[in-house]
């Protein structure tokens, strides 16, 4: 009788730790929204986001990428313009931009866009664009952005989600009041032996620099911030877990 139980015990186990093994990470990338606000979702080639109509820049941008994407040599396309799939009359324009003293912050960066040449035209639409410190833009924040290329490099898959986090306190800029964010977010996800493990960052839309571990946290702690739910397409076990910790063993970030 022992050994029957003995069997099954390891049986399960097996097969538990073989269902751990294969997670569904289809699509596990695309966040939902946990507030009432303005959300359009729109579906690029490279990446999808969620376009605030009212903020006339996304709620969040969201994609996949991988060791071979990072090794792209599509070169810079640097021509900003309108999504052509925002209605005219809710989207900024490159004039909102100019002499505001902010610059045209990428969430998902052109550099992670190299792949392809449709894909790299539309990094450069205003939906994935933001109002950011131009010390952010070209410091701590590229700093991050470059450790995600490393990442996805060393791992093979990194899936990413970004955005801004406005508050009753952000201004704007332009005829066409884009929304001036008071931080940005970035939150990672990874598979590694069957686990799931994520991270999350967020930066003051300030100049400024810090060791990038002062700007890390759990992807909790960014869901409170951001009204944002995210990977809500894991298994809810596996995902309040992961949510919940970070370990940093896992990520190679500057401490």
């Not at 996949?64 to 792209?72: F, P």
């Not at 999350?200 to 409170?224: L, Q, W």
């Not at 911030?225 to 896992?250: C, G, H, Q």
Request: aromatic share 12%.
């Amino acid at each position: 009788m022992k050994r029957i139980y003995l069997f099954l015990f390891c049986f399960l186990f097996c097969k538990s730790l073989c269902l751990a093994q294969n997670i569904d990470l289809a699509n596990v990338e695309i966040p939902s929204i946990t507030e009432e606000r303005s959300d359009r979702v729109i579906t690029h080639k490279g990446y999808t986001v969620s376009y605030n109509y009212d903020w006339k820049i996304p709620n969040w941008v969201a994609y996949e990428l991988t060791d071979w994407e990072v090794e792209g040599e599509v070169p810079r396309y640097d021509r900003f313009k309108p999504d052509p799939m925002v209605p005219q009359n809710v989207t900024a324009t490159t004039n909102d931009y100019k002499y505001s003293g902010y610059d045209r912050g990428h969430m998902a960066p052109a550099a992670d866009m190299k792949w392809d040449e449709q894909v790299m035209k539309e990094s450069f639409y205003l939906s994935n664009i933001c109002p950011q410190n131009p010390n952010l833009n070209g410091g701590v924040w590229k700093d991050l952005e470059e450790q995600v290329r490393d990442l996805a490099t060393q791992k093979g898959k990194i899936f990413v989600v970004c955005g801004p986090i406005v508050t009753d306190a952000s201004t704007t800029i332009g005829e066409n009041k884009v929304v001036v964010p008071q931080a940005f977010y970035k939150v990672l996800l990874q598979e590694n032996n069957g686990k799931i493990h994520t991270i999350g960052f967020v930066y003051e839309n300030i100049s400024g620099r810090r060791p990038m571990s002062t700007y890390a946290m759990t992807v909790d702690e960014v869901e409170k911030l951001t009204k944002i739910d995210f990977f809500p397409s894991l298994p809810d076990k596996i995902e309040n877990k992961a949510e919940s910790e970070v370990d940093f063993s896992k990520w190679t970030i500057s401490y």
